[in-house]
């Protein structure tokens, strides 16, 4: 099983500012089997990046995804008050799916 | 518009089985450039893929629950179902159903979930 460990757990932010969320594997993936979600409270997830650098639809280019072998990166731009929510990461390089543990992205 | 819409018969009692219905609307199941999934969410564990069926009825489960794990797919209903046997209290969580996107071809679950229908809670307890 491929371990993913997310950080910071949790980030505070102010609106406009940037966040960068991380996401470590326990083991080498192709980046081309890695996601992004994001969760609001009483919802659920939602792609935001696959492929580890795509952008998926209606997502604005205020996120972007990036890295590769073990270490994977979401970085989002001039934070919008939509924008804190909790973010996950996924990788499907394996037959296991896994899930990291999520980071928070809360208001300051 | 796809929409999934996860649902189920309401609490389990401890060792009873799990079921759960996911319906979808706007998509047909039989498409074949799509996979289908059950993904659960509890406070101790997260994010933890159940298992995901293909439009051939292949399937594809977690090892660690793939003893425990049936998914099946009724084409005519345009919907797929999740049993879980002898559940636990650590089988309470919410559960979502979701379309995923096959990066690998026809013999593995790899991809990525979307989207995602809004879950429902399932409780373990007698």
């Known amino acids: 099983e491929i371990v993913l460990t997310q950080s910071p757990g949790t980030l505070s932010l102010s609106p406009g500012e940037s966040a960068t969320l991380s996401c470590r594997a326990s083991?080498?993936?192709?980046?081309?089997?890695f996601a992004w979600y994001q969760q609001k409270i009483g919802q659920a997830p939602k792609l935001f990046i696959y492929g580890a650098f795509s952008r998926a639809a209606g997502i604005p280019d205020r996120f972007s995804g990036s890295g590769s072998g073990t270490d994977f990166t979401l970085t989002i731009s001039r934070l919008e008050p939509e924008d804190f929510a909790v973010y996950y990461c996924?990788?499907?390089?394996?037959?296991?799916?896994?899930f990291g543990q999520g980071t928070r992205l809360e208001i300051k | 518009q796809l929409q999934l819409q996860a649902s189920g018969p309401g609490p389990v009692k401890p060792t009873e089985t799990l079921s759960l219905t996911c319906a979808v609307s706007?998509?047909?199941?039989?498409?074949?450039?799509?996979?289908w999934a059950w993904i659960r969410q509890s406070p101790g564990k997260g994010l933890e893929w159940i298992g995901t069926?293909?439009?051939?009825?292949?399937?594809f489960y977690s090892p660690s629950l793939k003893s425990r794990v049936t998914i099946s797919a009724d084409m005519s209903k345009n919907q797929f179902s999740l049993q879980l046997n002898s559940a636990t209290a650590a089988d309470t969580a919410v559960y979502f159903c979701?379309?995923?996107?096959?990066?690998?071809?026809?013999?593995?679950?790899?991809?990525?979930?979307?989207?995602w229908g809004q879950g429902t809670l399932v409780t373990v307890s007698s």
């Open positions: 996924q990788q499907y390089d394996s037959s296991h799916i896994t």
């Open positions: 706007g998509f047909s199941i039989g498409s074949s450039k799509y996979f």
């Open positions: 069926i293909s439009p051939t009825g292949n399937t």
């Open positions: 083991q080498t993936i192709n980046s081309h089997y």
């Open positions: 979701a379309r995923s996107s096959p990066q690998l071809g026809l013999d593995s679950p790899a991809g990525w979930f979307d989207p």
